[in-house]
T-cell receptor
Framework: GNSVTQMEGPVTLSEEAFLTINCTYTATGYPSLFWYVQYPGEGLQLLLKATKADDKGSNKGFEATYRKETTSFHLEKGSVQVSDSAVYFCALISGGSNYKLTFGKGTLLTVNP | NAGVTQTPKFQVLKTGQSMTLQCAQDMNHNSMYWYRQDPGMGLRLIYYSASEGTTDKGEVPNGYNVSRLNKREFSLRLESAAPSQTSVYFC?????????????FGNGTRLTVT
């Protein structure tokens, strides 16, 4: 079956530090890949996505590149802010339907001033 | 800009009690979903409704029932609550069930079963 593996958290960084959250996947076919973010007390929001190999998704200074050869979709940001503190979820869809969305376990990021 | 609204925000039940979690969206979306979120488990799909009038089981449907009341509303019912159903429940909607339309989530209902 499909699965998503994210790096274990929590991750604690200082403001302006570089962020990487690793994500690897196992899926049949050619999945679409997503990063969702959950701010404290809120539901998940789509952060970025990529639908085919070598695509780069980007939003709010975050980037992730769909790497088919390494089955990875690592999230990066060059300079984090306190407001980026949240839980980040990597996810995939294989088969073209939203009800087949598979989530990773989530990574808690805390950014200190 | 209400988006997806869930009620209640918090609920405590005793084992064996029943309750209904309510969800409504005002984006004219066709598809709606119920997830549960448990520590270290990510989100798991309980039930979904690809369009008004249809519902289907997700990954973890046991102990739950759903009703797609109309295009806007999708409720989740626990007939006889168990401690294993202690979780945070999220409702979501999307324009369609295809993967090109993103999910929009509500802010969740935190349920404790004692």
């Amino acid at each position: 079956g499909n699965s998503v593996t994210q790096m274990e958290g929590p991750v604690t960084l200082s403001e302006e530090a570089f962020l990487t959250i690793n994500c690897t996947y196992t899926a049949t076919g050619y999945p679409s890949l997503f990063w969702y973010v959950q701010y404290p007390g809120e539901g998940l929001q789509l952060l970025l996505k990529a639908t085919k190999a070598d695509d780069k998704g980007s939003n709010k200074g975050f980037e992730a590149t769909y790497r088919k050869e390494t089955t990875s979709f690592h999230l990066e940001k060059g300079s984090v802010q306190v407001s980026d503190s949240a839980v980040y979820f990597c996810a995939l869809i294989s088969g073209g339907s939203n009800y087949k969305l598979t989530f990773g376990k989530g990574t808690l990021l805390t950014v200190n001033p | 800009n209400a988006g997806v609204t869930q009620t209640p925000k918090f609920q405590v039940l005793k084992t064996g009690q029943s309750m209904t979690l309510q969800c409504a969206q005002d984006m004219n979306h066709n598809s709606m979903y119920w997830y549960r979120q448990d520590p270290g488990m990510g989100l798991r799909l309980i039930y979904y409704s690809a369009s008004e009038g249809t519902t289907d089981k997700g990954e973890v449907p046991n102990g739950y029932n759903v009703s797609r009341l109309n295009k806007r509303e999708f409720s989740l019912r626990l007939e006889s609550a168990a401690p294993s159903q202690t979780s945070v429940y999220f409702c979501a909607s999307s324009e369609s069930s295809g993967d090109k339309t993103p999910l929009h989530f509500g802010n969740g209902t935190r349920l404790t079963v004692t």
